[in-house]
């Protein structure tokens, strides 16, 4: 079996092998979705659990925070890169669709976990009937949107990759996701505060450039100077809180750079995946952490979110005073959110495993 079939995944965030086939990995795309995870935990810091949005932007820790958060929005968009780059010979079948069965079970189980957590831990009047209706509408664990969304890319893949493969040229299918950048990631720069100045309808449709982005990555295998691609990274992670230095005063950060899928986030996304999905690393202690994370992202995303809701309101009520200095604490409250949630994780993979849930979907 070779490397593609080995890193291919059900979800984006799923693993892509058993330990039999741990050699035959390929390390840089499991590197890919190691730090993507965790880009996604560290992203959650400044965008759900602390008032860095409503602070005005002064001083220089305001300004390095700034300056990190553009390069952890890119969690979403890398795991879409990867479902692309690892799927494009996913064809419509009864075996593929059988494969959707993992990620619901999972989402089904961290569902249960989280709403009892939400009934007995945060005290949230939840009826049996109210947790179903929030299993089904995706709202009994607060991320799970991405579920929501995952089960749609899912079926359309083979579809997808149909389309993909019928564009003849690179020339052409450069042009196919140049229409897609320009319909989903332009209009996030320029209709804002009250103007629309660009077709925005499709802007929601971004899961597909990035998606095509990873099939035409995996199609021609480009590469890019590190050098060159570092700096590209860092200037656009610079321009939102160089712009707020240098034009703004006494208010709270502008967003000039946009979002995620914006211009310059679909930019970040694609150079830090180019970037790193080549990587190899000969230290086989690095080799199998990053193959083990890689393994339970999936899982990890699923239950992050009980244990953000542990920490986060702790470490607020002890410690927060503003959000200068409370910066620091994301060197503390990240990687124990990250390590917990690995932790509930594996042992959710020794309950599958012990009652042959697998068998839903082998």
């Known amino acids: 079996m070779n490397n593609e079939n080995e890193n291919t995944n059900l979800c984006n965030f799923e693993r892509g092998g058993d330990k039999k086939r741990a050699k035959l990995r390929i390390l840089g795309l499991d590197i890919?979705?190691?730090?993507?995870?965790?880009f996604v935990i560290a992203g959650h810091f400044f965008v759900l659990h602390t008032p860095f949005r409503s602070t005005?932007?002064?001083?220089?820790?305001?300004?390095?925070?700034?300056?990190?958060?553009?390069l952890f929005q890119t969690g979403v968009p890398l795991f879409i890169m990867l479902t692309g780059y690892l799927n494009t010979?996913?064809?419509s079948e009864k075996k593929y669709y059988r494969g959707m069965w993992k990620v619901l079970i999972a989402y089904v189980f961290f569902s249960i976990l989280t709403l009892v957590f939400r009934k007995y831990y945060l005290h949230e009047d939840l009826s049996l009937f109210k947790s179903g209706l929030k299993i089904l509408d995706f709202s009994a664990i607060p991320y799970a949107w991405y579920i929501e969304m995952w089960i749609?890319?899912?079926?359309?893949?083979?579809?997808?990759?149909?389309?993909y493969?019928?564009?003849?040229?690179?020339?052409?299918?450069?042009?196919?996701?140049?229409?897609?950048?320009a319909m989903t990631a332009i209009p996030d720069l320029f209709n804002r505060y009250g103007f629309h100045l660009v077709p925005g309808f499709w802007q929601t449709c971004y899961p597909l450039m990035f998606f095509f982005i990873g099939s035409y990555v995996k199609e021609y295998q480009p590469k890019i100077n590190p050098l060159c691609g570092w700096g590209i990274i860092i200037i656009c992670c610079l321009i939102n809180p160089v712009?707020?230095?240098?034009?703004?005063?006494?208010?709270?950060?502008?967003?000039?750079?946009?979002?995620?899928?914006?211009?310059?986030g679909a930019i970040i996304a694609v150079i830090f995946f180019l970037l790193v999905y080549q990587r190899d690393i000969q230290v086989p202690l690095m080799r199998k952490i990053f193959t083990k994370v890689s393994l339970l992202s999936?899982?990890?995303?699923?239950?992050?979110?009980?244990?953000?809701?542990?920490?986060?309101?702790?470490f607020k009520e002890h410690y927060f005073i503003n959000q200068s200095q409370f910066g620091m604490f994301f060197f503390v409250i990240v990687p124990l959110v990250f390590i917990s949630s690995l932790i509930l994780a594996q042992v959710k993979e020794w309950l599958f495993q012990i009652f042959k849930v697998n068998h839903f979907w082998s």
């Open 56 to 70: 005005n932007f002064e001083g220089l820790s305001l300004f390095l925070q700034a300056g990190i958060i553009p």
């Open 89 to 91: 010979n996913k064809v």
């Open 32 to 38: 890919i979705r190691s730090l993507a995870i965790l």
């Open 165 to 181: 493969k019928a564009i003849p040229t690179q020339k052409q299918k450069m042009v196919w996701i140049g229409i897609l950048f």
């Open 152 to 163: 749609g890319l899912f079926l359309f893949t083979p579809f997808l990759n149909l389309l």
């Open 298 to 314: 999936l899982d990890v995303y699923l239950c992050c979110y009980i244990f953000d809701a542990i920490y986060y309101p702790w």
């Open 243 to 264: 712009f707020n230095i240098l034009f703004v005063h006494n208010h709270l950060l502008i967003q000039i750079a946009g979002g995620s899928s914006g211009v310059f």
